[in-house]
Each structure stands twice: as C-alpha cells, then as structure tokens.
C-alpha cells in the first residue's frame, strides 16, 4: 500500500519514496472533493451542522492535509530532484483543492446558521472559535460577496498576486544586477575570513574560475550574506558609502523600478478591503489577528517609540563620539555608511568574546539536558529520548513527552522528532516547528500530538558532539517553545489544538518566551546548568555569561526603533495613505522624521524592496515582530515577579503559563489566553526593561 496514504499515524518515512507522491496526493484529493461534495449538499439542511458539516469538513480534510504534510516536511529535510518534481506536479491541484474548500458558500452559510441557532451558546468555546474563524476567513476570501462585487473581489485577487510575484521579481533581479568586484587587498581590508571565502565563491560562480578567498577576486552582493558582513567590517568607507547606495535604492528604476508596482498594490488592497467593508487595508488585516483593531497596534507602536526614540538619539551620539576617539578626528560626523561598521568595532570593544570560544561549553547533548530538566521545572512534564522509531536520517532523535502530574502522571501526552544538524546537500535552512499529528479526540480514542523541531547547527565533527554558537542554542530553545504549545495542548478538536488558529501576531509568544531562559543565569551556569565544557565539565565562567546577558541590549533603542519605524510605515501605507492623491514616498517623508536619527539620503526607496509588505505576508502585520516579543516578554516578567531564584515560585507560574499559553492555544482568544495566564492585559514596561531601556 501507498505509505502516503496511511494517515493519522506516524510516518512510514523508511518507506516513503518519490514516487508515491503523484498517485496518492491525486487520489487524496479526488476523495476530498467528494467529501466536500457530499458535505456541501447536506449543508442547508443538516439539523447538527457541528457534527455534519464542521467537523466532518475537518475529518474530510486530515487524509490530503496529513499527506501533504508529510511530502513538505520531506521537501524540507530530504530533498531531491525527484522529490521536487513530484511535487511540483501536483501542487496546483493541491492549490486548488484547498481554495474549493476555503470559499465553498455552502459550508460559509451553515456556519454563519450555526452561529446564529440556539444551540450556539452550548458548543463549546474550541468549537465556537472554529466556526467564527472558518466564516471570517470565508468572508476575508469573498465568499460574502455577491455578483458584480464578487467579480471585482476576484480580478483584485487575481491582479494582486501577479503583482506580487512582479515585485519579488524586481527586488531579485535588481539585486542580481549589482555586483562590486574587488581585487586589491587594500580593497578588502578589514573584511572577515568567511566573508572572504564567500566573496571568492561568487566571483567563481560569475566566472573568475580561478578566485580563492586568500587572492581575490573578491565579489560583493547586495545579498545580505554578503551585504551585511560587508558593512559591518569593510575598512574602506568609500566603497562602504557605494555599496550602501545601491542597497537602498534597489528596484527603484528602469525595468525593476517597484514604485508602480507599489502604488497599484495600494490602490487594489484599499478597493478589496471596501468590497469587504472595511474602512482601509490595515484594518483587514487587523480583524483576523490578536491586536484587532488599528488603533492597539499604533498605541503600541507609540510606546515603544516614546521611550526608544531618545534613547537612539544618545546611542547614535555615543557611536559617533567613539568614532571620533578611534579616529582621533573630533569633526567626524557618522554618516548612513558608517553605522554597522562602527557599531561593530564597539561591539566588539565591549563585550570581547568569540562565538567560537564559548562553543565547548554548549554541546548538544548538555544542552538537551538542560532544556528538558528546564520544562520539567516550568511545567512538570518528563522528556526521555526513546527507542528509535522510523525517522528520515540517521541523525533524528525521537521523544516522547511525559505528564508528571494530574490524574495520569506517567502518561505520554506528546512526542517529537528532533532533526538537529545542518545537512546542506539535501535540508533546507533555517529552523522550524511544523506539525506532524495534530492532536484530535477520535471517537472514545485521543490521538496525541507530534511535532517535528528542526535546526540546522552545526554536527558533530572528529568525534566531538554538536557544539553549538549561542545562538543556536537561544534558537533550539525558540523552536522548542512552539514545540510545547503544539504538544501540551489539551484541546481535542483538532482545528484549535497546539498552533492551530492561534492568531498571526500571538504565534511567537511561547517561542520567544522560551528563549529568555537562555538568559537565565541559574538555567545557565547554575548548579545544574547546562552550559558545561563538554571535556573538563567546568562551567562557563561567569563573567562571560555576564557578557553575553549584557550583549542583549547593546543598542537596544536603535534596534527596536528599526522595527517601529518598518511598522509604522507599513501601517501608514495601508491606513491613511490615499492612492491618486499622494505617493508612497510621501509618506516616507512624513515618517521617517519621527522614527530615525538620519533622514533617509534623497535616492533612498526602501519601499522598493520591503518584500515583507509587498511580496510576504505580512502586509499591515509587520508589527506583529513587536507585538509578539511585548508579549513574551511580558509573560516572562511574570517569572521575575515571582522570583527567578526560587523553584517553588517558577514551578507555580510555570504551571498557570501551561494551563494558559501553552494548553489553550487557538481555543480561546489570544487575549482572553494572555490576560488568564497574566491576570492583566499585556504592557510594554517588561520588553523596554528587557531592553534596558525601563
Ligand atoms: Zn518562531
């Protein structure tokens, strides 16, 4: 039997070959069609449209959705040219299967009945939430539409994602098109040995067959790689100041100029979002996310400005007085060319320690042990690396997640793969959580969550373990937080449990609260920290841990405000921006003053080149990068207030965060979740204190 089609279990990966992919994913959605058929014509008349239509819809749905699942997962950790091809072929179908079921009318109208009926109050509130999100999301898709507005709706859809293909186009091939070839050693001075090796490698690509990193020709790209590294460390200003003006003023002319592109995307999104009824873009966008409303985010956004935007001002006059000692050149005045390189060099002036020579202290296993003894700490459950069961290569561990307290202690409540090592020939970059089994009550069965965590650190070389930077170590415990809400989730309807409908701007909060623990001194260097040589099993010294906590908020005000500046611009352009009347870089003049300390220099279209915005999908959500961290920030502040050095004190809120954060997921609005887990709405106090800047 085709492996793909046994869902709802456990991969069979040992099994699972290219060439099942084709007839099983075209079978899964020929029979999803059919359900979704069947469905439909029930719809209108079904008298228990939860059990006839909701949930049979999502049962209807787990046999393509698993499959699929797994054939990405594969893309991302197994891949190869026939994998791909497989692929490729049938995603189109999946595509569309996928978009049959988002805007069938029938399903959007008995659930738009049910939510009206009487039996509405007594559905629970997983399954109420389900079905508000399945009519917004149907309405956000036009399904609401009628006729003419219809029509319209889906020739804005239709133009909008052509145009956004067009905008990634420009911004890849304007970026392809610039190229500094450097040959002379005065020319690279200062630059790293990586950078180097990088800069050699392209030029090969482009030709100079015989480049090596020690004698040039060194090749510069806009590709950040390149471009950051470049700024950062070049000794040469002149070439520093070229490079940067080619950065900021990608895609804003000839063939790739975006500024069209730009003001038709505008236009389109502001007309779909009055088909829907809303007043502007951002408000769209902002319906189906935690902040709800245009006017959180921008009182979020002026707070932080208020207390960061000063602040940046000191940081840049303290960067520019250290350049001026380091030049002994008291007229020197910073310019846009200057900032990363100088930044850098007291960077490094500061906090003098190598990524490399903190490795030995953070070896994978060590490090695994002191993640799980952390969970088991914070929210009583065991974690144990178990017997191996089938994986996709020889490095994935398996673990089973334990419960140590309740009625069950003892019992499994979850499990995961790890993948933890870098694979360049075949593992795509990055690290993620994704779902493998969702969890989902079957009948008077429950299947229990799995999750797949996937990093790409460094492996084990000559028989030493993984030793890994810091940040791949803040990075594990980032991919571990998601982990936890998909697996110590206790919703049973599959469609609300773990991640699943948890809100676009409230997804990082477990990830990145999990993270501040690599920040924890007793979880570091305490007694049983984790942060050990991997020969000798000394601890790493205090006072490079002191550096490292210390590190976090170097510049702290100009790195949010960065942030803040991209996501008042985004809210800007997609709120009160008026397309005909004005142009996009208006409101970049309008902006700009209140959000940075160097206006942007006369050839700066950084719109042009703002992919997140106008080729992701973070269009009117960009704030959601800050929005996430006030919020587990916050959450963590939680565990100050009780006190980080006492472990009944963790032990108590971690398990209030677990019944919360963590068990809730997408059941309960994210802020209904945050304000039972805090016992208040969130506050910004905790990220800026975090930052240093409280
Ligand atoms: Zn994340």
């Known amino acids: 039997m085709n492996p793909l089609l046994a869902h709802g279990a456990l991969p069979r990966f040992a099994e699972i070959r290219a060439e099942h ?30 059990g006839q239509v909701i949930d049979a819809l999502s049962l209807a749905l787990e046999p393509l959705g698993w499959a699929w699942g797994v054939v990405n997962h594969l893309m991302g950790v197994r891949n190869a040219p026939d994998l791909r091809a497989a692929h490729e072929a049938v995603q189109p179908a999946v595509v569309q299967a996928s ?15 049910l939510a009206a009926a009487p039996e509405w109050p007594r559905l629970a509130e997983a ?10 999301d149907a309405e ?46 005065d020319e690279v001075a200062g630059l790293p040995d990586s950078l180097l090796a990088g800069a050699a490698q392209a030029a090969r690509a482009a030709g100079a067959a015989d480049a090596t990193a020690a004698a040039g020709p060194w090749r510069i790209t806009l590709d950040f790689p390149s471009y950051g590294p470049f700024m950062e460390h070049s000794l040469r200003r002149d070439l520093r100041e070229r490079v940067l003006r080619a950065q900021i003023s990608r895609a804003s002319q000839g063939e790739t100029d975006n500024q069209p592109v730009i003001e038709r995307i505008l236009a389109l999104r502001l007309e779909e979002a009055r088909l829907l009824g809303f007043a502007s873009y951002a408000e769209l966008s902002v319906a189906r996310k935690m902040a709800g409303t245009v006017g959180a985010v921008e009182r979020l956004l002026d707070e932080l400005r208020a207390v960061a935007m000063p602040r940046m001002r000191q940081e840049f006059a303290e960067l520019q007085d250290f350049a001026r000692a380091e030049l002994k050149d008291p ?49 009583g459950v065991r974690i144990e690396r178990a017997d191996a069961t089938e994986t996709w290569h020889g490095d994935v561990g398996w673990f089973r997640v334990r419960d140590l307290s309740g009625e069950k202690a003892g019992a499994d409540i979850a499990a995961f793969y790890l993948d933890p090592y870098s694979r360049p020939a075949d593992k795509r970059g990055g690290a993620w959580m994704d779902i493998c089994l969702n969890r989902r009550r079957l009948g008077s069965g429950l299947r229990l969550p799995v999750a797949y965590l996937i990093c790409n650190q460094t492996p084990p070389v000559d028989g030493k373990p993984s030793l890994m930077t810091f940040r791949e170590v803040e990075t594990l415990f980032h991919e571990f937080g998601h982990g936890l809400q998909h697996m110590l989730t206790t919703v049973d ?7 699943n409908n948890v809100e676009w701007d409230a997804v990082e909060l477990p990830s990145q609260f999990m993270e501040n623990w690599c920040y924890h001194r007793e979880t570091v260097i305490g007694a049983n920290g984790f942060a050990k040589h991997w020969q000798t099993g000394e601890p790493l010294p205090a006072a490079t841990f002191e550096k490292i906590a210390a590190a976090r908020t170097f510049r702290a005000a100009t790195m949010i405000m960065r942030q803040v500046y991209f996501a008042t611009l985004d809210i800007e352009l997609h709120h009160r921006f008026k397309p005909g009347a004005e142009k996009p870089q208006d409101v970049v003049a309008r902006i700009a003053p209140l959000n940075t300390v160097l206006l942007p220099l006369q050839e700066d279209r950084a719109l042009c080149s703002f992919s997140h915005i106008f080729a992701g999908g973070y269009s009117a959500g960009y704030y959601s990068y800050k929005w996430a961290e006030v919020l587990s920030a916050d959450a963590f502040s939680a565990f100050a207030e009780a006190g980080l050095e006492d ?13 919360t954060v963590l ?6 609005h994210p802020m209904q979740v945050f304000k039972d887990f805090r016992g208040r709405e969130p506050s910004t106090t905790a990220l800026l204190k975090q930052a240093g800047l409280a």
Do not use: C
């Not at 978009?99 to 009945?113: D, F, G, I």
């Not at 399954?127 to 917004?136: K, P, T, Y």
């Open 21 to 50: 992919v084709e007839p099983a994913i075209t079978r899964l959605i020929a029979e999803q069609d059919a359900a979704l058929t069947a469905i439909e014509a029930r719809a209108a008349t079904a008298t228990d449209i939860w």
């Open 99 to 113: 978009m049959r079921v988002s805007q069938s009318r029938p399903v959007y109208l008995a659930a738009k009945r």
């Open 127 to 136: 399954q109420r939430r389900i079905v508000q999100a399945l009519v917004r």
């Open 140 to 185: 956000l898709a036009g399904v609401g539409l009628e006729g003419a507005a219809r029509e319209r709706f889906n020739a804005i859809e239709t133009e909008l994602a052509e145009l956004s293909t067009t905008y990634s186009n420009h911004v890849l091939d304007a970026t392809k098109a610039f190229a500094l070839t450097l040959t002379t050693k």
């Open 331 to 379: 007229a020197f005045e910073l310019r846009h060319w200057d900032g990363a390189f100088w930044a850098e060099r007291l960077r490094e002036r500061r906090y003098s320690y190598s990524d490399e020579a903190l490795r030995p202290y953070f070896a994978l296993p060590r490090v695994l042990d002191g993640l799980f003894a952390l969970a088991s700490r914070l929210f």
């Open 493 to 499: 309807h599959a469609d609300a449990a773990g991640i």
């Open 647 to 659: 472990p009944a004190a963790i032990a108590r809120v971690g398990r209030r965060f677990r019944d």
């Open 663 to 668: 068990a809730q997921g997408g059941s309960r």
